[in-house]
């Protein structure tokens, strides 16, 4: 089974994160394959790339299945290629919408908050316990979308937030039911077609903050530090 499913419809590219009996967790193979498609859409002719995912939920974040069998240098390069992947998408060239729905967790919640327009389904949650085992990862972009003072709190608390409060914090820039999806993609697509190519790029540019050398050096340093397998392992036994 393709972890990873592609529609286009036009200009818009649709992208199924497809792992539903795992919660869509981020495989090495599946965050290998979204990369892939998020680089080959910079130069197809994408205009707007939708996120979202199979089965009961978006995404349960990284996937931590057997991870006692890799060394920390295995699992340090599949945190960075996590990092790539929010990068490529918070500095996309196109519009990129995620729909979220179900229960998300860490690195899935990082993708929805790396995307332009971000969607939650009304009973959506979201949590992010990456500093729970010292992880730094999509902290200054979720910094950006909610604010300091509100983003300290929710990642040292490590916080379960729903729909309503993260469109209020503006981590979502809507709430939509899973139905009325296509609705939403079709008003995006819209929206994303009305600037010229190079018009929509320049904007994207021009409204993303660069911190991408700042998250990478983070994440690299807190993920590298000795002891990351005793942190998760301390973690999942919490």
């Not at 995404?59 to 240098?73: I, K, T, V």
């Not at 729909?99 to 327009?117: I, K, T």
């Not at 899973?178 to 904007?203: C, I, K, N, Y």
Request: aromatic share 6%; with cysteine; hydrophobic share 45%.
């Amino acid at each position: 089974m393709d972890e990873l499913l592609k529609a286009r419809s036009g200009e818009t590219l649709t992208l199924t994160l497809n792992r539903p009996d795992k919660m869509n967790a981020l495989s090495a193979a599946l965050v290998d394959a979204l990369l892939d498609a998020v680089g080959e859409a910079a130069g197809d002719g994408t205009r707007l790339l939708v996120l979202k995912g199979a089965g009961r939920n978006f995404s349960a974040g990284f996937d931590f299945g057997g991870y006692e069998d890799q060394s920390e240098g295995d699992l340090l390069l599949r945190f960075v290629r996590i990092e790539m992947l929010l990068q490529a998408l918070a500095h996309a060239p196109f519009d990129t919408l995620a729909l979220a729905h179900g229960r998300n967790f860490g690195a899935g919640v990082d993708v929805v908050c790396a995307c332009g327009r971000r969607v939650g389904d009304p009973a959506a949650t979201f949590r992010m316990p990456g500093l729970s085992f010292g992880l730094v990862l999509g902290t200054r972009r979720y910094a950006d979308r909610v604010g300091g003072s509100k983003a300290r709190l929710v990642l040292q608390e490590g916080r379960v937030f729903d729909a309503p409060e993260a469109l209020s914090d503006g981590f979502l820039t809507a709430i939509a039911a899973t139905e009325s999806w296509s609705d939403t993609v079709a008003a995006a697509s819209e929206a994303a077609t009305r600037l010229s190519p190079w018009a929509g790029a320049a904007l994207n540019r021009a409204a993303a903050c660069d911190t991408r050398a700042d998250d990478l050096a983070d994440l690299v340093a807190s993920a590298a530090r000795p002891g990351l397998k005793d942190r998760i392992r301390a973690y999942r036994a919490a």
